[in-house]
């Protein structure tokens, strides 16, 4: 008689959309696989199936085979085919959170329109698990999750049912897969009966002992991989013998239903699954940890499509549908679906060939375009209703609008058309109260304008020549506008003509930034005189891994001294400065061919390094292009500084997590994979010491590690990963970070990222107890003011409709909204705003997210000045969970809200008809 309850056989394909071959190749499978197996469960009406969690696959199929979409609905609604809950199998620690819950709406978007779907948070493959990610799937309506990658260990350690916690203390009941097998436990079975079976006995015997539920689940399929028509008849010859456990041909459902209906009491697990295999056995199980930094320039792409979408894009088509101008879901919608389409772990890892990469490259240019579209649109509308009535004769109104729910200085781009060739040498800017704002031209180029508003003509005007100015903006509203006028002026500002020599270095009223002979930088308070030497420090190394994994050369070299070619400095008495240093770091060009060591010739690589400070800021932006000419390397940025007794804190999805600041590696016997050093972040990284607190932010890197000190237990560096060059997709035997080669050996020349990059970070050093909050820094560097220059029409233009027969721009009379104007504010900077855009589908009014990135309970007030009629807390899936006062002060419209640490909070605001 066995010892467990019951066996769940569940048949099912992996599959990666793009990978070691093209999208339009897979798809070919995929329609013969979909093909095939509706012709097995057309003929076997005992056989399931579960089509692995992501319903884009069901998309792909039907482009092709529109006609069979009735066979799926049928099957679907019979229970037997399973699909869903996601539009695609993502990467946790590479998308943004927002992502992650656009990816869920997208998924039951579609999903549900076929019939019933999958109610678990199935993971089956991700390289590891976020720690929010329970409150994610719980928020969404979930009650399970089935995951694999990152938790591992004994039964002990890694039971097959737990409760899985985040930091916020939300919790989903959670299935692990096994240790050694994962989702492929059963996969290939043998036709033959006998063999079948004992190779189910096998899998059962370690599978088993980590089931507590006495319920063992086994998966039969792998990636790609063709159902198997003779697992019914299997199943049925099993249960013939009544020694063996009963066995059942089962889904994913009713596994977790049984499993956790006879368990009273599971352990609790939490925070983040990022931990290598340790166990004899568990060779595919490892975590893939560089995937962070592989093909860097595609998490640049992402991180900018997701900032166009979710903090520009979004707000301002809630503004629009608010205010009564109109919104564009449809094109929202479009645009999410090619960023999303980039979000598979073998997309956007940057683990797959090079063709897969750069049809990537397509989606996120038509994100953009999409995108970039939307906000001109929004600006455009905007724009037309602003008060031109105190416009200075001879000048040309500017709109600037600040994406962030709080005031901000800032330095924008504007652009000044001029239709003769007169030289211009300064530029006046004022705004509606009279107050000026330092200016500098710092482009100029002859251009044949395109309006790219849809209302206007395109090609309006002849050439004209185009000034680029640059301005420093003070006191910006939140989440609005500021109306500025400017005015070319032929004339120069004399009273920018620099007080003293160029040299070295930048300084505010706050902090001195001076360029060593070295290369590296050092930044100096003003106020007390504590200084950091050795900044910004660059290191090669080699790197004969692959797209999944660091790994040195046997006989590595470090290269970390930068020739300076030059130093310049520029922007003195405008309210920032500008410290330009270029440099050559010789290192290796390649690897050797035995991949032992590097090569004894060497390459330049020409970097240029751009530093920005504001008056009164402890701020500096950073932008460095790197002309990457070498292979098989490994370029980093070293920061050297001093930290408490807390490990570098990072940003992460609705989440600032901690890790080890030593990593013990596994002992011989049990060595698969090596525990990482490095670690993932979104946005930035932060360090405490004593009073001080030092944040690094970086736009689209995301890989950081902490390398202690010998010399004190409060030193280190801080290392950045900007790139990784490496020649194979899957080349894990090339290295020594593994032992297992994670795809096929495939060589991959757009792996050594053979191009021009520009790379966008900043460093804050300042007192904890005044510093700016991490996530607002990040978010300021990030997320730049928006500019628009505002068409006067003259009397003659008044009335006149687009080339469409669309009503134009209003006339002069038209216009009626003042010069400035704040939208949304909240008050209180632990509580990050991650998304305000208009409810999706088919609830009313607009949605604001927010959460407690602090570590205790914090409450705030969200002020709004909207035609809001009502409030409410709503899930994420949009379930409504209770009302929200709101108060009146004024023309605002006033939201207290409490929230616990690390919880996320969404509000549905209605609007007036």
């Given at each position: 008689m066995s010892?467990y309850?019951?066996i769940?056989?569940v048949?099912?394909?992996?599959?990666?959309?793009?990978?070691?071959?093209?999208?339009?190749?897979?798809?070919?499978r995929?329609?013969?696989?979909?093909?095939?197996?509706l012709?097995?469960?057309?003929?076997?009406?005992?056989?399931?199936?579960?089509?692995?969690?992501?319903?884009?696959?069901?998309e792909?199929?039907?482009?092709?085979?529109p006609?069979?979409?009735?066979?799926?609905?049928r099957l679907?609604?019979?229970?037997r085919l399973?699909?869903?809950?996601?539009y695609?199998?993502?990467?946790?620690?590479?998308?943004?959170?927002?992502?992650?819950?656009?990816?869920l709406?997208?998924g039951?978007?579609?999903?549900?329109?076929?019939g019933?779907?999958?109610e678990?948070g199935?993971?089956?493959d991700?390289?590891?698990?976020?720690?929010q990610?329970?409150?994610?799937?719980?928020?969404y309506?979930?009650?399970y999750?089935?995951?694999?990658?990152?938790?591992?260990?004994?039964?002990?350690?890694?039971?097959a049912?737990?409760e899985w916690e985040?930091?916020?203390?939300?919790?989903?009941?959670?299935?692990h897969?096994?240790?050694?097998?994962?989702?492929t436990?059963?996969?290939?079975?043998?036709?033959d009966?006998?063999?079948?079976?004992?190779?189910?006995r096998?899998?059962?015997?370690?599978?088993?002992p980590?089931?507590?539920s006495g319920?063992v689940?086994?998966m039969?399929?792998?990636d790609?991989?063709?159902?198997?028509r003779?697992?019914?008849?299997?199943i049925?010859q099993?249960?013939?013998?009544p020694q063996?456990?009963?066995?059942?041909?089962?889904?994913?459902?009713?596994?977790v239903?049984?499993?956790f209906?006879?368990?009273?009491e599971?352990?609790?697990?939490?925070?983040e699954?990022?931990?290598?295999?340790?166990?004899?056995?568990?060779?595919?199980?490892?975590?893939?940890?560089?995937v962070?930094?592989?093909?860097?320039?595609?998490?640049?792409?992402?991180?900018?499509a997701?900032?166009?979408?979710?903090?520009?894009?979004?707000p301002?088509?809630?503004l629009?549908?608010?205010?009564?101008?109109?919104?564009?879901?449809a094109?929202?919608?479009?645009?999410?679906?090619y960023?999303?389409q980039n979000?598979?772990?073998?997309?956007i890892c940057?683990?797959?060939?090079?063709d897969?990469h750069e049809e990537?490259?397509?989606?996120?240019?038509?994100?953009?375009?999409?995108?970039?579209?939307l906000?001109?649109?929004?600006?455009?509308?905007?724009?037309?209703?602003v008060?031109?009535?105190w416009?200075?004769?001879?000048?040309?109104?500017?709109?600037l609008?600040?994406?962030?729910?709080?005031?901000?200085?800032?330095?924008?781009?504007?652009e000044l058309?001029?239709?003769?060739?007169?030289?211009?040498?300064?530029v006046?800017?004022?705004?509606?109260a009279?107050?000026?704002?330092?200016a500098?031209i710092v482009?100029?180029?002859?251009?044949?304008?395109?309006?790219?508003?849809?209302?206007?003509?395109?090609?309006?005007k002849?050439?004209?020549?185009?000034?680029?100015?640059?301005?420093?903006?003070?006191?910006?509203?939140?989440?609005?506008y500021?109306?500025?006028?400017?005015?070319?002026?032929?004339?120069?500002?004399?009273?920018?003509v620099?007080?003293?020599?160029?040299s070295?270095?930048?300084?505010n009223?706050?902090?001195?930034?001076t360029?060593e002979?070295?290369?590296?930088?050092?930044w100096?308070?003003?106020?007390?005189g504590?200084?950091?030497?050795?900044?910004?420090?660059f290191?090669?190394?080699?790197?004969?891994?692959?797209e999944?994994?660091?790994?040195c050369?046997?006989?590595n070299?470090?290269?970390?001294s930068?020739?300076?070619?030059?130093?310049?400095v520029?922007?003195?008495s405008?309210?920032?400065q500008?410290l330009?240093?270029?440099?050559?770091?010789?290192?290796p060009?390649s690897a050797?061919?035995?991949?032992?060591?590097?090569?004894s010739?060497?390459?330049?690589?020409?970097?240029?390094?751009?530093?920005k400070?504001?008056?009164?800021?402890?701020?500096?932006?950073v932008?460095?292009?790197?002309?990457?000419?070498a292979?098989?390397h490994r370029l980093?940025l070293?920061?050297?500084?001093k930290?408490?007794?807390?490990?570098?804190?990072?940003?992460?999805a609705f989440d600032?997590?901690?890790?080890?600041?030593?990593?013990?590696?596994?002992p011989?016997?049990?060595?698969?994979?090596?525990?990482?050093t490095?670690?993932?972040?979104h946005?930035?990284v932060f360090?405490?010491?004593?009073?001080?607190?030092?944040i690094?932010?970086?736009h689209?890197?995301?890989?950081?590690?902490?390398?202690?000190?010998?010399?004190?237990?409060?030193?280190?560096?801080?290392?950045?990963?900007?790139?990784?060059?490496?020649?194979?997709?899957?080349?894990?035997?090339?290295?020594?970070?593994?032992?297992?080669?994670?795809?096929?050996?495939?060589?991959t020349?757009?792996?050594?990222?053979q191009?021009?990059?520009?790379?966008?970070?900043?460093?804050?050093?300042?007192r904890?107890?005044?510093?700016?909050?991490?996530?607002?820094v990040a978010d300021?560097?990030?997320i730049?003011?928006?500019?628009?220059?505002?068409?006067?029409?003259d009397?003659?233009e008044?009335?006149?409709?687009?080339?469409h027969?669309?009503?134009?721009?209003?006339?002069?009379?038209?216009?009626?909204?003042?010069?400035?104007?704040?939208?949304?504010e909240?008050?209180?900077?632990l509580?990050?705003v991650?998304s305000?855009r208009?409810?999706?589908?088919?609830?009313?009014g607009?949605?604001?997210?927010l959460?407690?990135?602090?570590?205790?309970?914090?409450?705030?007030c969200?002020?709004?000045?909207l035609?809001?009629?009502?409030a409410?807390a709503?899930?994420?899936n949009?379930e409504?969970?209770?009302?929200l006062?709101?108060?009146?002060?004024?023309?605002?419209?006033?939201?207290?809200?409490?929230?616990?640490p690390?919880?996320?909070f969404?509000?549905?605001?209605?609007?007036?008809?």
């Open positions: 010892a309850k019951s769940h056989v048949a099912h394909t992996h599959w990666d959309r793009e990978w070691y071959l093209p999208f339009e190749a897979f798809r070919f995929l329609v013969g696989l979909i093909d095939r197996l012709r097995t469960m057309d003929e076997d009406k005992a056989y399931r199936f579960h089509l692995d969690g992501q319903v884009i696959a069901l792909d199929y039907l482009e092709i085979r006609e069979r979409r009735a066979d799926l609905e679907i609604r019979e229970g399973t699909i869903g809950p996601w695609v199998l993502v990467d946790e620690f590479l998308v943004s959170g927002e992502s992650m819950i656009r990816n709406e997208e039951r978007r579609i999903g549900s329109s076929f019933p779907m999958l678990v199935y993971l089956p991700t390289f590891g698990h976020i720690a990610m329970p409150q994610l799937l719980k928020e309506g979930f009650e999750a089935l995951i694999w990658r990152g938790l591992n260990g004994t039964p002990e350690q890694a039971p049912e737990f985040s930091p916020s203390g939300h919790r989903v009941k959670t299935v897969l096994s240790y050694m097998y994962g989702y436990s059963a996969m290939s079975l043998p036709v009966q006998e063999q079948a079976e004992d190779r189910l096998e899998l059962i015997g370690h599978i088993g980590h089931a507590k319920h689940l086994l039969n399929g792998f790609h991989m063709e159902p198997q003779h697992i019914s008849a299997m049925d099993w249960n013939a013998k063996e456990a009963p066995m059942k041909f089962s889904s994913i459902t009713s596994y239903q049984d499993c209906g006879e368990l009273p599971v352990p609790v697990l939490g925070g699954f990022r931990r290598t295999s340790h166990t004899p056995g568990g060779v595919i199980n490892t975590i893939l940890p560089n962070l930094s592989a093909r860097v320039y595609l998490k640049q792409q992402n991180a900018t997701q900032n166009l979408l979710e903090r520009l894009a979004e301002l088509e809630a629009a549908l608010a205010t009564g101008a109109g919104h564009h879901p094109f929202v919608r479009q645009a999410w679906k960023v999303l979000h598979p772990h073998d997309s940057g683990c797959s060939i090079d897969v990537m490259e397509t989606r996120n240019r038509k994100a953009g375009q999409i995108g970039e579209q906000v001109t649109e929004a600006l455009a509308r905007m724009s037309d209703k008060d031109l009535s416009l200075p004769p001879d000048s040309k109104p500017v709109l609008f600040n994406p962030l729910p709080w005031r901000r200085d800032a330095l924008a781009e504007i058309d001029a239709d003769d060739i007169a030289l211009y040498r300064s006046k800017v004022m705004d509606e009279g107050e000026t704002y330092e500098e482009g100029y180029e002859k251009v044949c304008p395109i309006e790219t508003d849809s209302l206007r003509y395109p090609l309006s002849g050439e004209v020549y185009r000034h680029k100015v640059r301005i420093l903006v003070r006191h910006l509203p939140p989440l609005g500021k109306t500025i006028a400017a005015q070319l002026r032929k004339i120069p500002e004399f009273a920018h620099p007080a003293r020599a160029a070295n270095s930048i300084e009223e706050f902090v001195r930034i360029a002979p070295d290369g590296t930088l050092t100096v308070d003003m106020e007390t504590a200084s950091m030497r050795g900044l910004h420090r290191e090669d190394s080699g790197d004969v891994g692959d999944y994994s660091y790994s050369p046997l006989l070299e470090h290269f970390t930068a020739t300076v070619r030059s130093v310049r520029s922007g003195e405008r309210g920032w500008r330009t240093v270029s440099y050559e770091l010789l290192v060009r050797e061919p035995d991949d032992r060591r590097r090569s010739e060497l390459v330049a690589l020409d970097i240029r390094t751009e530093v400070l504001l008056s009164r800021s402890r701020t500096a932006s932008r460095t292009t790197v002309d990457n000419r292979l098989d980093r070293l920061f050297p500084m930290k408490g007794v807390r490990p570098i804190q990072a940003g992460g600032v997590s901690e890790r080890p600041d030593r990593v013990q590696q596994p011989e016997d049990v060595w698969v994979e090596n525990e990482p490095s670690f993932p972040f946005h930035y360090a405490d010491h004593d009073d001080t607190r030092t690094v932010n970086a689209g890197l995301h890989e950081y590690e902490w390398v202690p000190s010998d010399r004190a237990n409060d030193e280190g560096t801080l290392a950045i990963t900007l790139l990784r060059s490496v020649a194979y997709l899957g080349g894990g035997d090339r290295g020594m970070a593994t032992s297992n080669r994670p795809g096929p050996g495939l060589k020349p757009g792996g050594q990222v191009r021009l990059l520009t790379f966008h970070y900043g460093l804050t050093v300042d904890r107890d005044r510093a700016i909050a991490p996530w607002r300021e560097q990030a730049a003011v928006q500019s628009r220059g505002i068409p006067v029409p009397a003659s008044a009335g006149l409709t687009g080339r027969g669309e009503e134009a721009a209003p006339a002069l009379a038209a216009y009626r909204q003042s010069g400035q104007r704040g939208w949304l909240l008050d209180n900077p509580l990050h991650t305000f208009p409810a999706p589908d088919d609830r009313d607009i949605e604001l997210r959460v407690n990135l602090g570590e205790t309970a914090a409450g705030g969200i002020r709004v000045r035609p809001i009629i009502g409410r709503i899930g994420l949009g409504v969970r209770r009302e006062s709101l108060k009146t002060d004024g023309a605002d419209r006033l939201v207290t809200v409490e929230l616990k690390k919880e996320i969404t509000i549905q605001f209605t609007t007036k008809e």
